[in-house]
C-alpha cells in the first residue's frame, strides 16, 4: 500500500491566491520529509528539506517566503504556496526517508495557477 | 558536488525491441545508492531498482535489467523485449550516504510504438 500521501491530487487557483499542500507519512514516522518540484518535461528539482520542529533548509534560488514549509508533526509536513502566479505551475512532489537509502516518494500534486 | 547525466532525453522503439537507457553519475562520496525511477503518465514515480556503491553485481528483474560500472561511473537499464506499457519516462538519481537529498537525472523519455 501507499506509504506517503498528498493532498490534494490537483488543485487550480487564481493568481495572488495561497495554497497548501499536505503530505503524510503513512507508515512511519519521520523526522525529515523532502519537497520537490517538477516542471513539465523536466526532472525533479528539490526545493528544501523539511525537518520536524524546526525550519526548512531551502535549497538555492527557492524564496522561504513564497513557499512556505511546516513539519508540524512526525507524519505531516505541509507547502503553501504564497501569493501563487502562473510561473508556481508545477507538479510538486514529497518524500519521506525511513533509512538512509529507503525514500519513499508521495504520488504528486499539481497545481495550475490561472 | 553530485550530479547524474542522463544523455538521452527520448527514445522511440518499436514493441519487442531491446532497448538501454544510460545513466552517468559523479560523486565525491564513497559511500551513495544509484536508483531508477520510473515515471508513468500519472507523475507517480514507480520505484525499480536500488544499488548500493559496494555492490557491483548486475542484476536483472523479469524482462528488466541494470548494470553497474563503477570504474565508469555508470548504472545502465535495460528493458528487453519492450512493451507498450513500459512507455513512461524514466529517472536515474543518486544519493550520498551523508547528504540529505536525491538527485535525479533529467530523465529519458521513452515511447514503445505497437
Known amino acids: 500500500g501507499a506509504v506517503v500521501s498528498q493532498h490534494p491530487s490537483w488543485v487550480i487557483c487564481k493568481s495572488g491566491t495561497s495554497v497548501k499542500i499536505e503530505c503524510r507519512s503513512l507508515?512511519?514516522?519521520?523526522?525529515?520529509m523532502f519537497w520537490y518540484r517538477q516542471f513539465p518535461k523536466q526532472s525533479l528539482m528539490l526545493m528544501a528539506t523539511?525537518?520536524?520542529?524546526?525550519?526548512?533548509?531551502?535549497e538555492q534560488g527557492v524564496e522561504k517566503d513564497k513557499f512556505l514549509i511546516n513539519h508540524a508533526s512526525l507524519t505531516l509536513s505541509t507547502l503553501t504556496v504564497t501569493s501563487a502566479h502562473p510561473e508556481d505551475s508545477s507538479f510538486y512532489i514529497c518524500?519521506?526517508?525511513?533509512?538512509?537509502?529507503?525514500?519513499?516518494f508521495g504520488p504528486g500534486t499539481r497545481l495550475t495557477v490561472t | 558536488a553530485q550530479k547524474v547525466t542522463q544523455a538521452q532525453t527520448e527514445i522511440s522503439v518499436v514493441e519487442k525491441e531491446d532497448v538501454t537507457l544510460d545513466c552517468v553519475y559523479e560523486?565525491?562520496?564513497?559511500?551513495?545508492?544509484l536508483f531508477w525511477y520510473k515515471q508513468p503518465p500519472s507523475g507517480e514515480l514507480v520505484f525499480l531498482i536500488r544499488?548500493?556503491?559496494?555492490?557491483?553485481q548486475n542484476e536483472i528483474s523479469g524482462r528488466y535489467s541494470w548494470n553497474f560500472q563503477k570504474s565508469t561511473s555508470s548504472f545502465n537499464f535495460t528493458i528487453t523485449a519492450s512493451q507498450v506499457v513500459d512507455s513512461a519516462v524514466y529517472f536515474c538519481?543518486?544519493?550520498?550516504?551523508?547528504?540529505?537529498?536525491?538527485?535525479f537525472g533529467a530523465g529519458t523519455r521513452l515511447t514503445v510504438k505497437p
Open positions: 518524500s519521506v526517508r525511513r533509512t538512509d537509502y529507503e525514500q519513499y
Open positions: 507508515d512511519f514516522q519521520a523526522t525529515t
Open positions: 523539511s525537518n520536524e520542529g524546526s525550519k526548512a533548509t531551502y
Open positions: 560523486t565525491r562520496d564513497t559511500t551513495y545508492y
Open positions: 544499488r548500493n556503491s559496494f555492490d557491483e
Open positions: 538519481a543518486l544519493m550520498g550516504y551523508n547528504n540529505n537529498d536525491m538527485r
